[in-house]
Nanobody, 124 residues
Framework: QVHVVESGGGSVQAGGSLRLSCAVSGDTDIAPCLAWFRQAPGREREGVVTLDPYGRTRYGEAVKGRFTGSQGNAKNTLVLEMNSLKPEDTAMFYC??????????????????WGQGTQVTVSS
């Protein structure tokens, strides 16, 4: 069993910042790739950032330069710092994990383990 738990999120005005955290626990003998995805109403789930076991990150085009993913203080944690938020960033944000030392591309079906999601709302 692998458990993925998100925290953070909330509401902020445009231009503001928010911080999300993701913690993965359980049977993680193989260091996992961690990722954040987001999904707005009526839209497909979109990749935000991946973090591989070597600390390398990859970002979705819509968030480059504004969002930063990093390893948290604890093992198998991923922190997402979101700056210069825009109303179009409003979405449910989901953390995902996939065993392996190479992160899959931003394809939701490539990730086996998911959290319940945390809402981010940006008002204009």
């Amino acid at each position: 069993q692998v458990h993925v738990v998100e925290s953070g999120g909330g509401s902020v005005q445009a231009g503001g910042s928010l911080r999300l955290s993701c913690a993965v626990s359980g049977d993680t003998d193989i260091a996992p790739c961690l990722a954040w995805f987001r999904q707005a109403p009526g839209r497909e789930r979109e990749g935000v950032v991946t973090l591989d076991p070597y600390g390398r990150t990859r970002y979705g085009e819509a968030v480059k330069g504004r969002f930063t993913g990093s390893q948290g203080n604890a093992k198998n944690t991923l922190v997402l710092e979101m700056n210069s938020l825009k109303p179009e960033d409003t979405a449910m944000f989901y953390c995902a994990a996939e065993p392996g030392r190479v992160c899959p591309p931003f394809i939701p079906s490539a990730f086996d383990f998911w959290g319940q999601g945390t809402q981010v709302t940006v008002s204009s």
